[in-house]
């Protein structure tokens, strides 16, 4: 049963400084790992994913993956006060016998203070 | 696009009553998925649907709750006797084979 974990459970930052937010996992078999974000009161969505070791960014973000320690995490640089609200880190099983369904981490409550 | 579509997005219920929600997927989209979202479990996977067949149901409470997808454009979770615990937001989200699952805003639900 795969056990998806994030941390820290709420941070709070200035304006303009960078955040790390982290997500271990239970699975080494697991493929797809992705990170969603939800404003208070709106739909989760997704952010950006990775498939394979390593770095990959997008404008301000950053996502590392590092399969051989089950671990993942997101930068933000440069975070503004639209970039506060809830972090969700995801995981897909192999495709086996489930396809793309994601297991959720509990999230990390994000606050930056202008 | 109007994206995935929830009604109701609030519904409460007295303990013992049952709830239905609807969820309208985005038009395409061959999968679609149940969560249920409290501050204390965070977002939990119930059950979902490709090409309208059932695949998995394993995160589904097996007495009281069933899910269904009639057709293509819809699905519905029904919770029967409905009990304070089953206190929740239920999200439905669809999917088309990209691994990125779109949400809907929710159907919060109060059991009083």
């Known amino acids: 049963q795969q056990n998806v974990q994030q941390s820290p459970e709420s941070l709070i930052v200035p304006e303009g400084a960078r955040t790390s937010l982290n997500c271990t996992f239970s699975?080494?078999?697991?493929?797809y790992f992705w990170w969603y974000r939800q404003h208070s009161g709106k739909a989760p969505k997704a952010l950006m994913?990775?498939?394979?070791?390593g770095e990959k960014e997008e404008g301000r973000f950053t996502i590392h993956l590092n399969k051989a320690s089950l671990h993942f995490s997101l930068h933000i640089r440069d975070s503004q006060p639209s970039d506060s609200a809830l972090y969700l880190c995801?995981?897909?099983?192999?495709?086996?016998?489930?396809?793309?369904?994601?297991?959720f981490g509990t999230g990390t409550l994000l606050s930056v203070k202008p | 696009n109007a994206g995935v579509i929830q009604t109701p997005r609030h519904k409460v219920t007295g303990k013992g009553q049952e709830a239905t929600l609807w969820c309208e997927p985005i038009s395409g989209h061959s999968a679609v998925f149940w969560y249920r979202q409290t501050i204390v479990q965070g977002l939990e996977f119930l059950t979902y649907f490709r090409n309208q067949a059932p695949i998995d149901d394993s995160g589904m409470p097996k007495e009281r709750f069933s899910a269904q997808m009639p057709n293509q454009s819809h699905s519905t979770l029904k919770i029967q006797s409905t009990q304070p615990q089953d206190s929740a937001v239920y999200l439905c989200a669809s999917s088309f084979n990209t691994g990125q699952l779109y949400f809907g805003e929710g159907s919060k639900l109060t059991v009083l």
């Open positions: 994913s990775i498939f394979s070791n």
């Open positions: 995801a995981v897909s099983p192999d495709y086996g016998g489930s396809g793309n369904k994601l297991i």
């Open positions: 699975d080494s078999a697991s493929q």
